[in-house]
């Protein structure tokens, strides 16, 4: 887990500070499947500005994720370039708003934060090509290198509502 102080830089308003670390960041799962992050822990740019009102945190990193692709299990991955803020107002009062959950007693957990900024860059399924074609439900066979079809395999409802009509014969 990578955290980073934040009371160690003394910011007045109006200032900024920015750094590069290197992540930890772990694999994530989607639809089932679990990805892993190339390199393991991304180097990502940090920076702090200080407000008048409080603290606005960035995160900024290039990461793949590597893992099966959703339909045929080939290898598949996707790069992100992953960009997020968060804001610590110095007064927060009861607002949930005016606070990052990802701050603790001025700790910054920057894994959790990467972690859940990566989880939302991802697409909805990775693929290992737009148009690849998936198993075969029947069979199993990589329809992408072997594209079949089965004969008398086909469910469509208007085939068995018409076995049915013959059951009734
Ligand atoms: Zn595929
Ligand atoms: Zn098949």
């Not at 180097?43 to 692709?69: F, K, Y």
Request: with cysteine; net charge negative.
């Amino acid at each position: 887990m990578t955290t980073f102080n934040v009371r160690a830089v003394k910011l007045r308003p109006g200032e900024q500070f920015r750094d590069v670390r290197s992540v930890d960041l772990g694999p994530l799962d989607l639809g089932g499947q679990r990805y892993v992050p190339i390199p393991e822990s991304p180097e990502a740019v940090i920076t702090l500005t200080q407000t008048s009102s409080g603290l606005v945190l960035e995160l900024e990193l290039e990461v793949r994720m590597v893992g099966p692709c959703v339909r045929c299990l080939a290898d598949a991955g996707v790069s992100l370039h992953v960009k997020s803020q968060e804001y610590q107002a110095t007064s927060p009062g009861e607002s949930d708003e005016l606070t990052t959950p990802y701050l603790v007693e001025h700790r910054l957990d920057l894994s959790a934060w990467a972690h859940d900024a990566v989880a939302l860059a991802l697409p909805d399924k990775i693929l290992c090509r737009d148009d690849c074609a998936g198993l075969c439900p029947v069979c199993g066979l990589d329809l992408n290198r072997e594209p079949h079809e089965h004969e008398g395999e086909v469910s469509d409802p208007r085939w068995a509502a018409l076995a049915d009509l013959k059951d009734q014969l």
